[in-house]
């Protein structure tokens, strides 16, 4: 009998997939899965048909076209004063997940932990788990969603290979401070455990708050794997387009596992971003933009029942319904989508255990028609007190 010993056993499909599919079957608004519901940049789209047109249709290096890493690499040393390499330090991807993959399945061996925070993006501990690795889950503290150092401490051991930040965090918008970086860099000193860092919403920092990267840290960086992606700073989540920045000795390896997996991304889309991405205003202005519907988006829900966390970055923002409803988050969000129509992504689906801390996440890359339309379903919830 043919059979396989399945590497996810307990692993359906995301629920952000199954909830799109919910929203689209039952017309509900869609705050739950994080995509824009607005068109993209028109200048890029044109320029990544004009690539076409002008014949950038084969196979681009593998380790991305050239004047596209050579444009992040002078980006990255304007935001991050970091001076790296477009030869050795930087390869373009397919998507932010693809480039946190690959780094998991580039430095784990069977046996390893992984620090890894919850709430956290699901896609995390599968690739820890699919490499026969495993996840030593600290959890964050609720309501503030702030990292515990000590516990971090506490959780390091002889077998820790690498741990894994996100800021702008997803789902709670906790923005990394410069003093947690450099509290964490204390921690790793002396240790060879790596870090992988995703900032893939780098761009989306509200309230003047600065994102601080991994890079911006020397001693870091020596031991960093950094993922970002242009989907969420370009608003073409469907391109599927990233990139992972690490030393030169890390990234050679990375790009072993990533030659014989994607080889490498589709060419128009790279052409036409080493285009867009010289002018910095493309990506700068991001953060005002988006902090006019994170705070449209507070206003309209003010006395929703909800009570709102803060949502220092990213695109999400959260709530807690416990004044409100009393069931558990998915079963919320299931009856909201088909009954309010509007479908949300409930926190229980960012913890392994499915922990549930009546908590919904709402994605606010939306157009102001839709945010205002959702919030005002929401309402409803209240004044039926499900
Ligand atoms: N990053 C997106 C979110 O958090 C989802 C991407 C995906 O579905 N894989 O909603």
């Not at 050239?66 to 790296?84: G, M, S």
């Not at 700073?233 to 030659?259: D, S």
Request: glycine share 6%; net charge negative.
């Amino acid at each position: 009998m043919l059979s396989i010993n399945s590497k996810l056993p307990s692993t359906g499909t995301s629920l952000f997939t199954v909830m799109s599919a919910l929203a689209s079957e039952y017309n509900a608004i869609n705050l739950g899965q994080g995509f824009p519901d607005f068109p993209m940049d028109e200048t890029l789209a044109e320029l990544a048909k004009k690539a076409i047109g002008d014949g950038y249709n084969q196979y681009a290096p593998m380790a991305g076209y050239l004047p596209l890493r050579e444009t992040i690499a002078h980006k990255i040393e304007t935001l991050y004063q970091n001076k790296i390499s477009a030869n050795d330090n930087i390869t373009i991807t397919p998507g932010g997940g693809y480039a946190i993959c690959t780094a998991f399945t580039t430095i784990l061996d069977h046996g390893d932990e992984v620090i890894v925070f919850e709430p956290a993006f699901d896609s995390y501990i599968a690739n820890i788990v699919s490499c026969g690795a495993t996840p030593v889950i600290i959890q964050l503290e609720y309501p503030s969603y702030k990292i515990d150092w000590n516990k971090v401490k506490a959780a390091i051991t002889p077998k820790t290979k690498a741990i894994i930040i996100n800021s702008p965090h997803n789902p709670t918008g906790v923005v990394l401070s410069d003093e947690e970086m450099l509290q964490l860099q204390e921690i790793l000193r002396n240790t060879k455990i790596f870090l992988i860092s995703d900032e893939v919403y780098e761009h989306l920092t509200y309230d003047g708050l600065e994102h601080n990267s991994a890079l911006k840290y020397p001693e870091l960086f020596e031991r960093s794997f950094v993922c970002f992606s242009f989907g969420k700073v370009y608003n073409c989540t469907g391109w599927k387009l990233g990139y992972c920045v690490a030393p030169k000795a890390w990234m050679a390896e990375f790009r072993k596992i990533h030659q014989y997996n994607a080889f490498c991304c589709f060419t128009p889309t790279q052409v036409a971003i080493a285009e867009h991405l010289k002018n910095p205003e493309t990506y700068l202005q991001l953060k005002h933009f988006m902090q006019k519907k994170r705070d449209l988006f507070v206003k309209l829900m003010e006395n929703s029942g909800f009570d709102l966390l803060p949502a220092q970055g990213g695109y999400f923002v959260s709530g807690t319904y416990e004044k409100i409803a009393s069931e558990d988050g998915l079963s919320l969000a299931m009856h909201l989508t088909k009954t309010v129509g509007v479908a949300t992504i409930p926190y229980s689906t960012f913890y392994s255990k499915g922990e549930d801390q009546k908590v919904l996440r709402f994605c606010i890359t939306k157009k102001d028609e839709t945010l205002i339309e959702g919030a005002h379903r929401l309402q409803q919830i209240k004044m039926n007190k499900l």
